[in-house]
């Protein structure tokens, strides 16, 4: 996935009022404002009152849906080989948001303040905090690609990690 295709998506969903934030590699590169490492797909949060929008407008875009982890995400695949990671959100009043996870009574939270911008090939994009991205981040044993990860935002933002 390059950064190209991140923003040719994002254009997509754009152009479909469908509202996301970039999570995972390509959200810590936003963060940063530059692509530190290849990355592999595209996580994206979205609202979940509007998946039905983000599957259509991607499913214009070329892309079919080949895993279903609903409700706590699901993978959309192109014909070259490009992975949109979903991750579908419940949006409240003030702002904040859950998703689903794995364990049925502990979702993930997502305070209001963690829905930001950042940076991709100068272009402004929306994306999760550097806070959000560290919550995600734990209770899994990290790949070389999540130590780089953190590493990046130790360095620009001097926020603690527990890896």
Known sequence: MTADDVLSILAVLREADAEVWIGGGWGIDALVCRQTRRHRDLDLMHREDQEPTVVAALADAGFIETL??????????????????????????DGSAVQ????????????????????????????????????????????????????????????????
């Open 100 to 163: 689903a996870s794995p364990g049925p009574d502990v979702p993930f939270v997502y305070p209001a303040s963690c829905f930001v911008t950042g940076t991709i090939l100068g272009s402004t994009v929306p994306c999760l905090s550097p806070e959000q991205q560290v919550y995600f981040h734990r209770g899994y044993e990290p790949a070389d690609r999540d130590r780089h990860d953190m590493a990046q935002l130790r360095q620009a933002f001097g926020i603690a990690t527990h890896f």
């Open 68 to 93: 279903d982890r609903r409700p706590v995400r699901f993978v959309l695949t192109d014909p070259h080989g490009r992975e949109i990671d979903l991750h579908p959100l419940v949006l409240a009043g």
